[in-house]
T-cell receptor, first 115, second 114 residues
Framework: AQSVTQLDSHVSVSEGTPVLLRCNYS??????LFWYVQHPNKGLQLLLK??????LVKGINGFEAEFKKSETSFHLTKPSAHMSDAAEYFC?????????????FGSGTRLQVQP | KAGVTQTPRYLIKTRGQQVTLSCSPI?????VSWYQQTPGQGLQFLFE???????NKGNFPGRFSGRQFSNSRSEMNVSTLELGDSALYLC?????????????FGPGTRLTVL
């Protein structure tokens, strides 16, 4: 069975400071992991994904994430926050579980960026 | 390429009614998945269709159903609406049905049940 835990429901940073959004996963097999962002009243946009290639994944808008199998983590980082990064972020796992290919979402982390 | 489109964007219904939501995937994509987003339960998987066949189903009652047409467009139907069905319904498409595939999401249909 697959599951995702986002360790912080809210994160607040100042503009120009680093961002760290934490995610731990549980998976029976070799998972695919994704980070999606959702701006208010909008759909979900893919930031980046991991599918067993390089463990450090670079995404759009300066975000990156590192897959750490030993820690079952897939934390999202960005060196310098921008006001436009304020949104809700979802860590997502998709495991090759028998008969199911469905995304399992974390509960989300709301990122606030202070001027 | 045009993105995933969903119609209508907003719906208001009353308890007991039924509703049909529509999703047009990205051109060439054959897999369409549906998700329900609520403040209390977050994002939950409803079902996935691939080449007109339901491949997977989430843990939702039988009032929730769907179908996919030969052009990959999909519809989702909810019968006998309940207040708890108020949610943002998101559709996502992908080219295949592999767990490595990226799913691209539409803007959603916001359903309000009164």
């Amino acid at each position: 069975a697959q599951s995702v835990t986002q360790l912080d429901s809210h994160v607040s940073v100042s503009e120009g400071t680093p961002v760290l959004l934490r995610c731990n996963y549980s998976s029976s097999y070799s998972p695919s992991l994704f980070w999606y962002v959702q701006h208010p009243n909008k759909g979900l946009q893919l930031l980046l994904k991991y599918t067993s290639a390089a463990t450090l994944v670079k995404g759009i808008n300066g975000f990156e994430a590192e897959f750490k199998k030993s820690e079952t983590s897939f934390h999202l980082t960005k060196p310098s926050a921008h006001m436009s990064d304020a949104a809700e972020y979802f860590c997502v796992v998709n495991d090759l579980d028998t008969g199911r290919r469905a995304l399992t979402f974390g509960s989300g982390t709301r990122l606030q960026v202070q001027p | 390429k045009a993105g995933v489109t969903q119609t209508p964007r907003y719906l208001i219904k009353t308890r007991g009614q039924q509703v049909t939501l529509s999703c047009s995937p990205i051109s060439g994509h054959r897999s369409v998945s549906w998700y329900q987003q609520t403040p209390g339960q977050g994002l939950q998987f409803l079902f996935e269709y691939f080449s007109e066949t339901q491949r997977n189903k989430g843990n939702f009652p039988g009032r929730f159903s769907g179908r996919q047409f030969s052009n990959s467009r999909s519809e989702m139907n909810v019968s006998t609406l309940e207040l708890g069905d108020s949610a943002l319904y998101l559709c996502a498409s992908s080219s295949l049905s592999a767990h490595t595939d990226t799913q691209y999401f539409g803007p959603g249909t916001r359903l309000t049940v009164l």
